[in-house]
């Protein structure tokens, strides 16, 4: 661990001024660590009095780059140069701070939703807790106490150049294809997620998804290996009345929780009684409108066919909103859902990409925006026989093409949803 001291004798070059990067200023200033400067090829006027005047020469000049997530530092040559002094904000936590507990949850999938259950757990549990990292607030930002559950969604992006994180209880959900266009490969994708268990030690727990309980043992991983058993969570998943929470969508993050509340020996009937009241996240198949007979969900957070899937599996006669930017190596595969949808309709710019892979499988068209999709599917619905429909936005896609990012292209479909059915139901 470092203390405030030693951090005052190092410099750094904070590289990225989003909400992390403005964190890990306001860090420095609360702590008068001075010998930093800063960096972002966007936000120049930002810090302006600490922007470095040359990149180059203060990347190697410099004790620590301390790199935001999502941001790939210029190019490979420059990342085996420097890869060893790049830290995250996240370090900053486990560098200062000590007495408290920290749980990481990382994962392609389901890592705010189970970051939320494992947070409305503890609290409902009367346990001190915070949620930070990924999910919202910036780490740094967190009043860290000592003993308090400290909740942090890490992504992948963070994982990769992180250097001293060190969880009491790390997750690991679930890898699937995303996010390979920046990290290079599946297998650096692979490693940057197991980077949460490098520093663990033996009186700290790997709360681990079985797929990966072999690559966990012949990497020698220091902490106690628990892999969670979806046989357990079953035998209480009908006790829980809490709607959300009866469809398959969210069997695996639930398991993950109720193995934790095991190890901290949380008992059944305060689990359930916990749980019960849990309200899920918007933009995860979420219901957010029942109109007649007609049900519409709003599931944008989808943004890979392996998000998509749980969805499609979960309804019935579904009129399937497809499209976006799509992941690379990405493929739409549809045995087992396929009976289930009524019509396909297709969005974004790259509406190519998803009719290759769908055509002569389902039915579909091309609408290319939400607007003209959603008025589409209700007269189409108008026009059917079917006693129950299902409008699903699960768009199998990022959505930079048309968006600055899912809760928008989420929170437009929910409004033009809301606008358009009561004209046309």
Request: aromatic share 12%.
């Amino acid at each position: 661990m470092h203390s405030i001291s030693k951090l005052k004798e190092l410099s750094f070059l904070v590289y990225g001024l989003g909400l992390s990067g403005q964190s890990v200023v306001k860090f420095f200033k609360k702590n008068n660590i001075k010998n930093y400067e800063v960096w972002d090829d966007k936000k120049k006027k930002l810090f302006k009095d600490r922007r470095a005047k040359n990149l180059k020469e203060t990347l190697s000049r410099v004790d620590y780059i301390v790199l935001s997530p999502g941001i790939n530092i210029i190019d490979k040559k420059d990342l085996i140069k420097f890869g060893k002094k790049i830290i995250t904000d996240i370090d900053f936590l486990y560098l200062t701070n000590k007495n408290f507990k920290s749980i990481v949850v990382t994962g392609t999938n389901g890592k705010s939703t189970t970051c939320k259950l494992i947070t409305h757990l503890l609290q409902k549990n009367r346990y001190q807790v915070l949620l930070g990292g990924n999910i919202g607030t910036p780490i740094l930002d967190l009043k860290i106490k000592k003993n308090t559950y400290t909740v942090i969604e890490a992504s992948s992006f963070q994982l990769s150049h992180s250097k001293f994180i060190c969880p009491d209880y790390a997750f690991l959900l679930n890898i699937t294809n995303d996010h390979i266009d920046w990290h290079g490969s599946m297998m650096n994708y692979i490693n940057s997620k197991l980077k949460i268990f490098t520093s663990q030690k033996k009186d700290q727990y790997a709360i681990v998804n079985k797929k990966f309980k072999k690559i966990f043992i012949k990497k020698k991983f220091s902490s106690k290996l628990i892999i969670p058993n979806i046989k357990n969570y079953q035998k209480i998943k009908q006790k829980i009345k809490n709607r959300y929470l009866e469809l398959s969508i969210n069997d695996e993050n639930m398991n993950f929780v109720y193995t934790f509340a095991k190890i901290i020996k949380i008992s059944d009937s305060d689990f359930i009684n916990a749980i019960k009241s849990f309200v899920g996240l918007p933009h995860r198949y979420e219901i957010f409108l029942k109109k007649k007979n007609v049900i519409f969900i709003n599931d944008s957070k989808a943004t890979s066919f392996e998000a998509t899937k749980f969805a499609l599996s979960n309804s019935k006669n579904i009129y399937w909103i497809l499209g976006g930017m799509p992941k690379k190596n990405d493929k739409i595969i549809l045995p087992v859902s396929k009976k289930n949808i009524i019509k396909c309709y297709l969005i974004g710019k790259n509406t190519n990409f998803f009719q290759k892979q769908i055509q002569n499988k389902i039915n579909f068209s091309i609408t290319k925006n939400l607007k003209e999709t959603i008025l589409e599917i209700l007269t189409d619905i108008r026009l059917s026989k079917k006693k129950n429909s299902t409008i699903l936005l699960s768009p199998a896609a990022a959505s930079y093409d048309q968006y600055k990012n899912f809760e928008k292209r989420g929170n437009e479909f929910k409004k033009l949803s809301k606008i358009y059915a009561r004209k046309f139901i």
